[in-house]
């Protein structure tokens, strides 16, 4: 239970609704076990009546009007009482059962909020799957618990108090037999409702499995096809099936038991209370209207109590999803610094004897890697795949924190720079290109300060992919995908470089995204991108070699390390690792125009 209370601070949040539907649970069970006592004194009355009229021999039909009217009066009390009960128990659920969805929403907008902190290297640790089912599955669980679970407990509780009373104050004896089998009800309702969960997760948990094989599938038909392996996937979908059909069975032989027992056991508590209740009665101790008040408050035990096993079992649930959601809400970010430095960038960059090593894989990405870019100047960086490239566009935008060392912004420490700021005045395109199912249009516009078609058009035309946008059937306006796949790599590279400089930033890093372009197309950009980096702090990021665009600076990074810095003319003057490089392009690129 420990780790539901940090659910406090949400019902802190809405008490007033909380103590609202407590009060209404308490006023719908006050009229709820009030109508017994209302149909005790009907029968009591009819008994006692009926006696009286055969025990005299005139005024028999005065006495049968003045029967019928008090129990119209029973009858109308009866009906009042009910319309209480049941406008009190309506007002019970909209209040608590509403609570459950408000602070399921909090959850969520707080789990969100929460994941959009936490660094990259927290992403590399977790997967996708994991943290979707910590925000949906088991913020689920956590609302059973805050709506259903803790209304019937709470009416439970209300409701045995006085019905317990009640029944104690007309006769203590009968009142054991109707209590007593309510314990074991609830200990039976609970033991299934273990085995059911239990039951229910591995379906769940096989379903999953199913649907993951049937979307692999589909989506890699393509590679199922051109090997020739139908058969065989077909194979282990019908294994997955059968798997599924007999834990479905299985579960169904559970549930099939739960309403008979409860039935059963009801069943054996009302022979019990009329057995005795009619030798009480015999007896003088009780009438035959208790008889019927006792049997009317079993009915009303009977399901609060076999939903206490219920509620206990979804309380269980709900504090492992709780302690699970937990362990990523404590997470706390390491690169976020909200009330850092929150000025207009100018531009330089700075590394300071920076290392960096992957906590995660024990990689050593950087080592004592050192250099400045002036405010306004274009450099590049390359090297071999693997040599740290990308580590380092990643340290630029404060994706982490190096290991050792500074990296400065405008001579300024970066860890002291406000996070969100500095990253809005960065313009940036990964090595992995990511586009949102959204339109073209709304994805070049992502993050720019306003998002107009117009100013979609002048990046797009920038990165040398606008009149290919033009030729879709709706333009701008074209749904690119799940992760844009609708489209090719090099239009999803030329999409993102657009998105990058429709942020018109002051310092522009490039990382690797002409990878999937064809030459001519990539001669337009780099053309084009000389115009648009004028003034502006560009890093471009490569493995390949532009021999359009001007640098003021080139870095050859090798395992980590500058192996060699300086401009195209001196690097290939020296013959080293970049005039080799270049000489590998060139004969490729020969080989191809010879082809």
């Excluded at 005790?40 to 005299?56: H, P």
């Excluded at 009801?266 to 209207?289: E, F, H, P, R």
């Excluded at 516009?445 to 107009?452: E, L, P």
């Excluded at 080139?554 to 390390?561: E, H, K, P, T």
Aim: aromatic share 10%.
């Amino acid at each position: 239970m420990k780790h539901l209370l940090s659910l406090w601070k949400y019902f802190a949040q809405h008490k007033w609704r909380v103590l609202s539907g407590f009060l209404f649970i308490i006023l719908a069970n006050v009229f709820k076990t009030y109508n017994p006592s209302v149909v005790r004194g009907a029968v009591n009355n009819v008994v006692e009546n009926l006696c009286n009229i055969q025990s005299v021999v005139n005024g028999k039909d005065y006495l049968l009007a003045q029967l019928s009217i008090t129990l119209l009066i029973f009858l109308a009390t009866y009906v009042i009482v009910a319309l209480l009960e049941g406008f009190f128990t309506f007002m019970m659920r909209q209040t608590i059962i509403v609570v459950s969805r408000l602070i399921e929403a909090d959850m969520k907008n707080d789990m969100y909020a929460h994941y959009q902190k936490l660094d990259l290297a927290f992403y590399r640790k977790n997967n996708t799957g994991d943290l979707m089912n910590r925000i949906t599955e088991d913020v689920a669980r956590v609302r059973m618990f805050v709506g259903p679970s803790l209304m019937y407990s709470a009416n439970l509780v209300c409701m045995f108090l006085l019905c317990a009373v009640a029944m104690i104050h007309v006769n203590w004896q009968l009142a054991l037999f109707v209590l007593i089998p309510m314990p074991f009800l609830s200990m039976l309702v609970y033991m299934l409702n273990n085995r059911i969960n239990k039951g229910s997760e591995e379906l769940q948990s096989k379903l999953s499995d199913i649907t993951t094989n049937a979307q692999e599938s589909y989506s890699g038909i393509r590679v199922i096809q051109a090997y020739v392996q139908e058969k065989a996937m077909l194979g282990f979908f019908e294994k997955e099936s059968d798997d599924y059909k007999f834990l479905s069975m299985k579960l169904a032989k559970v549930e099939s038991l739960y309403f008979p027992l409860i039935t059963l056991i009801v069943g054996m508590s009302l022979s019990i209370i009329v057995y005795i209740g009619g030798i009480y009665v015999g007896n003088g101790k009780v009438t035959m209207g208790n008889i019927a008040e006792f049997i009317m408050y079993l009915n009303m035990l009977t399901f609060p109590v076999s939903a206490l096993g219920w509620a206990v079992s979804l309380t269980q649930r709900a504090a492992v999803s709780m302690e699970r959601i937990n362990q990523f809400m404590d997470v706390q970010p390491t690169v976020l610094n909200e009330k850092g430095v929150n000025t207009k960038v100018t531009g330089s960059i700075e590394f300071r004897n920076v290392d960096f090593v992957y906590a995660d894989t024990g990689i050593h990405a950087l080592r004592n890697v050192s250099f400045k870019i002036p405010a306004g100047q274009r450099w590049a960086v390359v090297g071999k795949t693997g040599s740290g490239k990308t580590t380092l566009a990643d340290l630029c935008i404060r994706m982490y924190d190096a290991t050792k060392g500074e990296v400065r912004i405008d001579d300024i420490d970066i860890r002291e720079w406000n996070t969100g700021q500095l990253r809005n005045q960065i313009g940036f395109v990964p090595q992995d290109i990511f586009l949102f199912s959204e339109t073209i249009q709304d994805n070049i516009n992502f993050g720019a300060a306003t998002s107009t078609l117009e100013r979609a058009a002048i990046y797009a035309d920038h990165a040398s992919i606008h009149e290919e946008i033009k030729q879709f059937p709706q333009g701008y306006d074209t749904v690119v995908g799940e992760r844009g796949v609708t489209l090719s790599g090099g239009q999803k590279q030329r999409i993102s470089i657009a998105r990058a400089l429709a942020k018109e930033p002051n310092i522009l890093i490039l990382d690797d995204c002409l990878s999937a372009v064809d030459a001519a197309t990539e001669k337009r950009i780099e053309s084009n991108l000389n115009k648009v980096l004028t003034e502006k702090t560009s890093l471009i990021i490569t493995h390949r070699i532009f021999s359009l665009m001007y640098f003021d600076n080139i870095l050859v990074l090798d395992d980590g390390a500058i192996a060699e810095s300086g401009t195209h003319e001196q690097l290939i003057a020296s013959g080293g690792i970049y005039a080799e490089l270049y000489a590998k392009q060139a004969a490729t690129e020969m080989e191809e125009g010879a082809s």
